[in-house]
Nanobody
Framework: VQLVESGGGLVPPGGSLRLSCAAS????????MSWYRQAPGKGRELVAR????????NNADSVKGRFTISRDNAKNTVYLQMNSLQPEDTAVYYC?????????WGQGTQVTVSS
């Protein structure tokens, strides 16, 4: 299993970014996928989770109405569209899945919201 994130960067407050996570090594459409984030000095927190069918399972209260998780099973890719970004969204964002009882993380992509 391999998860590779991309799309992070520096954006001013109020801006938007779309993160992508390309997955391989398992039957992508059969498994839920998640985005987590870890801000400096804080623990890793769940941002959003989506079922293999595309049904959205979880959305953190802090991102509701601003972030949208989606997936393209034909491309084995999960996305996180982030709008109205705020400085408190600054973090490393990780892609995550659990397959056959084992957990897998991507390497992370840095998102920095600053003017």
């Amino acid at each position: 299993v391999q998860l590779v994130e991309s799309g992070g960067g520096l954006v001013p407050p109020g801006g938007s970014l779309r993160l992508s996570c390309a997955a391989s090594g398992f039957t992508f459409s059969s498994y839920a996928m998640s985005w987590y984030r870890q801000a400096p000095g804080k623990g890793r927190e769940l941002v959003a989770r989506i079922a293999g069918t595309g049904y959205i399972l979880n959305n953190a209260d802090s991102v509701k109405g601003r972030f949208t998780i989606s997936r393209d099973n034909a491309k084995n890719t999960v996305y996180l569209q982030m709008n109205s970004l705020q400085p408190e969204d600054t973090a490393v964002y990780y892609c995550y899945t659990s397959v056959a009882g084992r957990t897998y993380w991507g390497q992370g992509t840095q998102v920095t919201v600053s003017s």
